[in-house]
């Protein structure tokens, strides 16, 4: 009975946390009335944006740093008996299915984690813990819309800025790492190659990937943050929650969205 017991506590944590989760998406999403007044829809996008910076542009150089290596890998994992003039489509077809489809996504939805969403997690609890919140709420101030929204909408944003780059900078460094190999061919005719390999397909993929990967990322930073009660060395096991739960559902739905348009 005791095992029973314990596994049946352990099931309504796990419900009553899926509640709490569902609860808070709902609180992110649905259209408030306090964006109404302009100074207040001022105040929003003025942190909106130092969000969107923080994650996003900030992460540039770790992404594209990242991504010019991943692209001069990728032209090591050519077949080397390719011949010149299959060097071009070969590459392009592993660029969009490596790159593009899969990895991608997934490099840029850690690189976030790891510099946006531990931190983001760290500084709701540190408000948490010294009651910022309670503080707002006497001066009539919705953290829910003046802080907690702008985040949440500023990761899929950050995560479909990030891919982009990402994507960019592989195929330059790709050019680079093919240009000796192949001397006769141009950055254009690179460049039209791939474009060739791409269709509309593949991108609604990757934008889904990034919008999902993205709020992901803020749901539980911001739950796992303003879940923290009362002590400092709650933040670290608030971090460590959001961070293996993130990583989980990344991957998770990244499997999944490929599985579902590409396994036919």
């Given at each position: 009975m005791t095992s029973i017991g314990a596994l049946g506590n352990a099931l309504r944590r796990r419900a009553?946390?899926?509640g709490d989760i569902l609860a808070l998406l709902t609180l992110l999403v649905r259209p408030r009335t306090y964006f109404g007044h302009p100074a207040r829809r001022r105040i929003v996008y003025t942190v909106f944006r130092r969000q969107f910076s923080d994650t996003g542009?900030?992460?540039l150089s770790v992404t594209i740093l990242v991504a010019l290596l991943v692209g001069f890998l990728l032209v090591f994992m050519?077949?080397?008996?390719?011949?010149r003039e299959q060097l071009l489509p070969t590459f392009s077809k592993l660029y969009v299915l490596v790159i593009v489809r899969e990895v991608g996504p997934v490099i840029c939805a850690m690189i976030l984690i790891a510099r946006a969403g531990t931190a983001i997690t760290a500084k709701i609890g540190y408000l948490k813990i010294f009651r910022e919140y309670e503080s707002m709420h006497l001066m009539g101030i919705d953290p829910v819309a003046l802080f907690f929204v702008p985040i949440f909408w500023a990761f899929p944003l950050a995560m479909l800025l990030l891919v982009v780059y990402f994507n960019l900078f592989a195929l330059i460094?790709?050019?680079f790492s093919l240009s000796p190999l192949?001397?006769?061919?141009?950055?254009?005719?690179l460049l039209d190659t791939v474009i060739r390999q791409v269709d509309l397909q593949?991108?609604?993929?990757?934008?889904?990937?990034?919008?999902?990967?993205g709020f992901i990322i803020g749901l539980y930073s911001i739950y796992f943050g303003s879940?923290?009660?009362?002590?400092?060395h709650h933040v670290t096991q608030a971090m460590h929650n959001a961070t293996t739960?993130?990583?989980?559902?990344?991957?998770?739905v990244n499997v999944i969205i490929s599985v579902l348009v590409f396994s036919g």
């Open positions: 009553k946390r899926v542009v900030q992460a050519l077949p080397a008996s390719s011949a460094a790709a050019y192949d001397p006769g061919f141009g950055a254009r005719t593949d991108a609604l993929v990757v934008l889904l990937k990034c919008l999902a990967s879940q923290m009660r009362g002590r400092l739960r993130q990583f989980v559902g990344v991957f998770t």
